[in-house]
């Protein structure tokens, strides 16, 4: 069972700042709001020097203290709304040729993922993403893969891998993110080109969430709240990523990676136990 939101007040009680405004009305306390928009702040902040990861940290957090709907939402709005922040300083540094390859197969990807996510048990799935993960990471460590090119069926293969876990488990980044590792991506090119991949993706899954009703109108409006702390964040990583150097910046994709690893084996067996 997923914990409830921390200190949650029923929707007719607003939080007392905002005066009954039909648009900011929102049923959590002050204490849990500042978490949450602190939450935001930290995770967009390491998104943007890594170019990938706000969601994979983000949300385990934000379960601790907000239902799973508004956390999605919270992630999906925030995190597509924010990351050109981060695009419009290395746009021209993004690999177009690997994003149109990628991106027909990740878009197929997406409706087997959710036929798996509506007939399997996505523990099952989860874990079974997070132990290739886990394996993915440990081998970069130990043995440093090198993809040497685009070729059609590495590129059609991690795009589909990219759909299928992106809406079976919620987890976009590890296929994708393992593959540019392999290629050995400069630090602005792998941000670049994971960023405006993945935007495009969420561009199209934001809108069909909202369509089969997995969120609403009112959770995106407190989504929307969380902006201001995300465009915070965006801007502080982008400032904190220049000190970072190539070396670190490895490392730390790594690290992001046996993060997703483990939590989607937690989530999954925790799941298979209940």
């Known amino acids: 069972m997923l914990p409830a939101p921390i200190a949650a007040l029923p929707a007719t ?17 002050t204490t849990t709001v500042v978490a ?9 902040a390491l998104s943007a020097i890594a170019g990938f990861g706000f969601g994979t940290v983000a949300v385990p957090m934000l379960l601790l203290v907000l239902p ?10 925030v995190g597509t709304g924010t990351g050109w922040i981060v695009l419009l300083s290395i746009w021209r540094r993004i690999q177009w040729l690997t994003v149109v390859k990628i991106l027909p197969a990740a878009l197929v990807g997406l409706v087997f993922g959710g036929y798996i996510l509506k007939t399997s048990r996505p523990s099952t799935i989860q874990l079974i993403v997070g132990v290739l993960v886990l394996f993915s990471a440990a081998t970069l460590v130990v043995r440093p893969i090198l993809i040497e090119n685009d070729a059609i069926w590495s590129t059609s293969l991690i795009g589909f891998l990219t759909g299928v876990m992106g809406n079976a488990t919620g987890l976009l980044a590890p296929a994708v993110v393992v593959y540019f590792t392999g290629r050995q991506f400069p630090k602005d090119v792998f941000r670049a080109t994971t960023l405006s991949l993945f935007l495009i993706i969420e561009l199209v899954r934001l809108p069909t969430l909202l369509l089969q009703g997995a969120i609403t109108l009112e959770d995106i409006r407190f989504a929307l709240l969380l902006v201001p702390a995300a465009v915070a964040g965006r801007l502080s990583g982008l400032r904190l990523v220049r000190y970072v150097p190539a070396a670190q910046f490895r490392a730390l994709v790594i690290a992001l990676l046996f993060v997703m690893a483990t939590t989607s084996i937690l989530s999954g067996a925790q799941g298979l136990i209940r």
Do not use: C, G, N, Q
């Open 13 to 29: 009680e607003p939080l007392a700042w905002v005066h009954r405004v039909s648009f900011l009305d929102i049923p959590y306390d």
């Open 36 to 44: 949450i928009a602190l939450i935001v702040y930290a995770m967009t």
């Open 68 to 77: 799973p709907a508004a956390t999605v939402a919270v992630v999906k709005v």
